[in-house]
């Protein structure tokens, strides 16, 4: 994909890695594209929350995800769910009510229209415990049904055990039996026998070993124990799958809502990735212009996620300045530049941050045309040069400033000569068309015959001529040179074929070379007055921020003491209304007194007495408060739903909170 050759799939690994879940890392290969500045802003206002949420406290996980489709597409068709897919549900929920608590942290439009989405997990959460364990495995006390019989189950398996030990220990048998243990043979307790004594102990035979001298025998005394064993067995597997079947016809009504929160999940979990990489990046949020790019302090934010030491630069564009033609030596950082801005465009395009500081601004781009890279096609037979030159010939069809044209080396791969024709005639083109271009070229030509108001502007990067190093400084408005004869001095060719080099340039080109000297002082000069300003504008932003920190907390101080006053004031006002009103009812009361004396006695009937509403046994319980009731938790002070009814003991199982708690029915109210 052409976006590649701009380091795209960099920024999409690493977002890919900040999500939790394989569902949101797809959703980042088909990552949303805006055509509006408006969808942008949507986007940017629910980044905004998700950077505060994520300064609050970690960020909730979305695990569960990778695993829903195992259990919602057999909900879907009203399956009977198996304990492992409940299991796998109940994490689900418990992540939805993790991921509602965190946005219950903000009130925010944005987290408001999340939590639309969420259905209420407690309830479907409270349902699954009652019968699966947290590993998946069936409660004992799923039902009253189901734990009588594990206690007959057990009892009887004690009473089996119990039963053939002493048989095997008994003196009599001691020369009939084989071995002394107990062992099951087609899911019955057994002993083994020896096969020539076999008709000396009454029972059922059920296997025998590989030499057919031992027989596997269960005794007499055992077999209506076992086959109760077995009768109970069943019993539990049919009670189980019933217990299963309401459950999983319960959650099949919740499937729209559950597929709902799937779909809250990702978008979260996409959102809370996309927060994390503008805070590895230290990115802000971009401004919109219609005709002007300005990118403060833009950084390549792949080389920021390697933790490069990145030299920031600052890159403006406008009606008067539409195409930046960056020129310079190899390795001076211009691609680094021109991936820089296109990356700004792309991140900006995909509702991202960009890695420039505050107040940046651009316009949202629609069209990009890139051209950087390797555009060697064999399949269509296509050479670099030529893949280059269609890349080129399609920009022409590129117009307005929401185009964005970014050429790496203009026909650099041909003839100097002719490349340069070549290039210059396809930048008249784009000048035509008035939109926005960077482009990088080592053609000498290319630089010259620019009118000022030709709409573009020579930049380079600035190259330490002292150490024969790029210090990676962005210099608007004076073009790079090549330094080919310069480096060749640096890195130690031998100095007679440096000499003859310059003896073989044309005279204006020897004339252009001790030039360069004058060039690299200007530069010099240019640098250090540009990092001067650069340093007096932090100083300043520092300023700014530092009173603007403090204004701010004097604004929540005036805000508190306003707060605090008004609720002072609304208490004190409470309370005269509430003695006015108390002071009004002994008055009235002292008024209806007197009338009372003058009236006749009036006896009323008992029949008239108001009935109580209390509840005094436990069979008014069960019938008030049935299972699935919402009563008030004394002992924890909160909410809980009722899961039995009271026991012998009077106690009632209740749900709180994913709490399963044991408490008196006459604390419940």
């Not at 009887?156 to 039996?177: A, C, G, P, Q, Y």
Request: charged letters at 30%.
């Amino acid at each position: 994909m052409k976006f590649d050759a701009i380091d795209w799939q960099l920024i999409k690994n690493q977002l890919k890695e900040l999500c939790t879940s394989d569902i949101s890392r797809e959703s980042v290969d088909n990552l949303t594209s805006y055509s509006s500045v408006s969808d942008v802003k949507h986007e940017y206002n629910r980044l905004d929350t998700f950077i505060d949420l994520l300064k609050l406290h970690p960020r909730p996980r979305m695990e569960s995800l990778d695993l829903y489709y195992t259990w919602a597409t057999r909900l879907e068709k009203n399956a009977l769910l198996k304990p492992i897919e409940l299991r796998d549900l109940r994490s689900f929920c418990i992540e939805v009510l993790a991921l509602k608590e965190t946005l219950l942290e903000l009130d925010t439009r944005v987290t408001g229209q999340l939590l639309e989405g969420l259905l209420n997990p407690e309830e479907p959460l409270s349902a699954i415990d009652q019968i699966v364990n947290s590993d998946g495995s069936i409660r004992s006390d799923a039902s009253e049904k189901l734990h009588s019989l594990y206690n007959e189950k057990n009892s009887l398996n004690k009473n089996i055990s119990n039963t053939l030990d002493k048989l095997v220990k008994r003196h009599e048998l001691e020369n009939l039996i084989q071995d002394k243990f107990v062992t099951t043979r087609e899911g019955r307790r057994v002993i083994p026998v020896k096969s020539n004594l076999q008709s000396q102990i009454s029972g059922i035979i059920h296997a025998s070993s590989h030499s057919n001298k031992t027989v596997y025998m269960e005794p007499q005394e055992v077999v209506p124990m076992n086959n109760r064993l077995r009768q109970v067995e069943y019993e539990i597997e049919e009670e189980i799958e019933t217990l299963l079947k309401q459950l999983s016809d319960y959650l099949y009504d919740l499937r729209s809502p559950l597929e709902i929160a799937r779909d809250v999940m990702t978008t979260s979990d996409l959102l809370y990735a996309k927060a994390h990489l503008a805070q590895l990046l230290n990115a802000h949020r971009c401004e919109f212009s219609e005709n002007e790019i300005e990118l403060l302090s833009v950084r390549h934010p792949g080389l920021v996620l390697q933790n490069e030491d990145v030299i920031p630069n600052t890159v403006k564009l406008n009606d008067h300045q539409r195409i930046l033609l960056l020129t310079g030596p190899n390795a001076g950082g211009k691609t680094i530049l021109l991936k820089a801005v296109g990356l700004a465009a792309l991140m900006v395009k995909h509702g991202l941050y960009i890695c420039a500081e505050e107040k940046s601004k651009m316009p949202l781009i629609d069209n990009f045309h890139i051209a950087v890279g390797d555009l060697q096609s064999v399949d269509d037979n296509m050479s670099t040069f030529a893949g280059h030159l269609k890349i080129l010939n399609e920009a022409l069809e590129a117009k307005g400033p929401k185009s964005l044209i970014l050429v790496d080396e203009i026909c650099g791969s041909t003839d100097p000569e002719e490349g340069s024709a070549l290039a210059r005639s396809f930048l008249l083109r784009y000048l035509e068309q008035n939109s926005f271009s960077i482009i990088t070229s080592h053609l000498s030509p290319l630089k010259l015959g620019w009118k000022e108001n030709s709409g573009l502007i020579n930049g380079s990067l600035e190259y330490n001529s002292d150490t024969g190093k790029p210090t990676y400084q962005f210099l608007m408005g004076i073009p790079g040179e090549s330094l080919a004869i310069q480096t060749a001095q640096r890195v130690g060719v031998d100095q007679e074929v440096v000499n003859n080099a310059l003896e073989l340039l044309t005279p204006e080109r020897r004339l252009h070379q001790k030039k360069i000297m004058e060039v690299d002082s200007l530069k010099e000069e240019l640098l250090k007055m540009h990092n001067s300003l650069n340093q007096q504008l932090k100083e300043t932003e520092k300023e700014r921020k530092k009173y603007q920190k403090e204004l701010n907390t004097l604004k929540q101080e005036k805000e508190s003491i306003l707060k605090n006053e008004l609720k002072r004031a609304q208490s004190e006002i409470e309370e005269m209304i509430e003695y006015a009103k108390v002071d009004e009812t002994f008055k009235k009361h002292e008024s209806l007194q007197k009338i009372k004396t003058k009236l006749p006695q009036i006896i009323t009937s008992k029949d008239t007495e108001p009935k109580s509403t209390s509840v005094d046994s436990v069979d008014d319980f069960k019938k008030r408060f049935p299972k699935g009731t919402k009563v008030y938790v004394e002992s924890v002070g909160r909410d809980g739903i009722v899961q039995s009814e009271p026991n012998a003991r009077g106690e009632v199982e209740v749900m709180s909170q994913s709490m399963r708690l044991t408490v008196d029915w006459q604390t419940l109210k």
